[in-house]
């Protein structure tokens, strides 16, 4: 069946770029998502890629998207304390006819001042 | 501005309850769904509903139902809980055919004594 696989934590430095990896197995998704869980909160929308694209660029976010090895990244540059977060990565199934998503487990995010 | 919204933060019953968690959105979303998330196995999706009478399971389904008698309110019933249901309980909902951006209640944490 489908699946996402993402590392479960990543620390950097404030000031320092972080990269959150994620690979997927559903070659059939259309879109794939990075999401962000603060602590005690839901998940948010960070930002979203449909898979005809190999890179979608937004203020200090980038994701970049290889589907021949169905890896997708985030990239955080100039991480501030703010961004320590869980990020899930997701992917549509089914077509996202129904829109199911499949996550990932989650990176925890730790920035260090 | 979409409003997810779930009827408690925090939950505390006792075993052998029957438990009524409550999910209310106000964007008109046909989708709608429920996860639980539990520390190391990220979201797992228990059921979901794609109109109003309508719903499939998910993943997770053992031990829970749902209601959607309204296309804005979709609700978790536990019929009996246990302490293996001791979580964090999460709603969204989502148009079908767009993006599929799934938008997430605050959640709800379940402890089951």
């Known amino acids: 069946g489908e699946d996402v696989e993402q590392s479960l934590f990543l620390s950097v430095r404030e000031g320092d770029s972080s990269v959150i990896n994620c690979t997927y197995t559903d070659s059939s998704s259309t879109y794939l998502y990075w999401y962000k869980q603060e602590p005690g909160a839901g998940l948010q929308l960070l930002t979203y890629?449909?898979?005809?694209?190999d890179m979608k660029q937004d203020q200090r976010l980038t994701v970049l998207l290889n589907k021949k090895d169905k890896h997708l990244s985030l990239r955080i540059a100039d991480t501030q304390t703010g961004d320590s977060a869980i990020y899930f990565c997701?992917?549509?199934?089914?077509?996202?006819?129904?829109?199911?998503?499949?996550f990932g487990k989650g990176t925890k995010l730790s920035v260090k001042p | 501005d979409v409003k997810v919204t779930q009827s408690s933060r925090y939950l505390v019953k006792r075993t052998g309850e029957k438990v009524f968690l409550e999910c209310v959105q106000d964007?008109?979303?046909?989708?709608m769904f429920w996860y639980r998330q539990d520390p190391g196995l990220g979201l797992r999706l228990i059921y979901f509903?794609?109109?109003?009478?309508?719903?499939e399971k998910g993943d997770i389904p053992e031990g829970y139902s749902v209601s959607r008698e309204k296309k804005e309110r979709f609700s978790l019933i536990l019929e009996s809980a246990s302490t293996n249901q001791t979580s964090m309980y999460l709603c969204?909902?989502?148009?079908?055919?767009?993006?599929?951006?799934?938008?997430f209640g605050p959640g709800t944490r379940l402890t089951v004594l």
């Open positions: 964007m008109d979303h046909e989708n």
């Open positions: 890629i449909f898979s005809n694209m």
């Open positions: 509903s794609y109109d109003v009478k309508m719903k």
């Open positions: 997701a992917e549509s199934v089914d077509g996202g006819s129904q829109g199911n998503l499949i």
């Open positions: 969204a909902s989502s148009f079908t055919g767009t993006d599929n951006e799934q938008f």
